[in-house]
Every structure is written in structure tokens, then in C-alpha cells.
């Protein structure tokens, strides 16, 4: 149940960002540099939601920029809402290591 709500939240939060940034793109074509098709916006924000960010689409408006400070609080509002509910990430702990002979 966990796994099909982060999923859906995901596919969401990715959809209305690609919808936002081609409204952007198109109310004002110089406030991104490289996005004008709905599969251009789609690609921009996946791209800015596993922070990879290649450069071939970037923002050169201040309005956009503040966009883009909102795609990257995303992953930081998923992860509060995590700790909220008490997920935790399981980290291997140091003694747990194997030597291989």
C-alpha cells in the first residue's frame, strides 16, 4: 500500500511539474532555454526530480527559476513526510561488513 501511494504522489508530482513548466515555456519562451514540446517538459522534470540535470534544457527567467526551486523541494518534502511517518532508511551498519578471504 505504502509503495502504490509514493508511486502514485511520484507520478503525479512529475506530471503537474511537466504541466507547469510548459506553461512557463510557453506564456514566455525566454524563460527556459531548449524546452517546447510537452515531451521536452516531461523530460525537464524528471530530469530535476533525480537531479541529474544534463544542461541541454535550462531556466534563464527569475519566475522559472523559482519553478525550479519548488521541483527540487519535492524529493525534500517527500523525505520529511517519510520521517513523519516514521520510515527509516536502512543503512548497513559498520560492524555488519564481511571480509571476503
Same mark, same amino acid.
Given at each position: 500500500?505504502?509503495? /502504490?501511494? +509514493? #508511486? +502514485?504522489?511520484v507520478v503525479v508530482g512529475v506530471t503537474a511539474f511537466a504541466v507547469a513548466d510548459l506553461v512557463f515555456a510557453r506564456a514566455d519562451p525566454s524563460q527556459f532555454v531548449g524546452l517546447e514540446t510537452t515531451t521536452d517538459a516531461l523530460y525537464f522534470a524528471l530530469t530535476m526530480l533525480? @537531479?541529474? $540535470?544534463? $544542461? /541541454?534544457?535550462?531556466?534563464? $527567467?527569475?519566475? @522559472?527559476? #523559482?519553478l525550479v526551486i519548488a521541483h527540487r523541494g519535492l524529493p525534500g518534502a517527500r523525505d520529511a513526510a517519510r520521517a513523519r511517518r516514521g520510515w527509516r532508511l536502512s543503512l548497513p551498519r559498520l560492524g555488519d561488513a564481511k571480509v571476503c578471504p
Open positions: 500500500m505504502r509503495v /502504490d501511494s +509514493l #508511486l +502514485l504522489t533525480t @537531479a541529474v $540535470g544534463f $544542461g /541541454d534544457i535550462h531556466v534563464e $527567467g527569475q519566475p @522559472a527559476r #523559482l
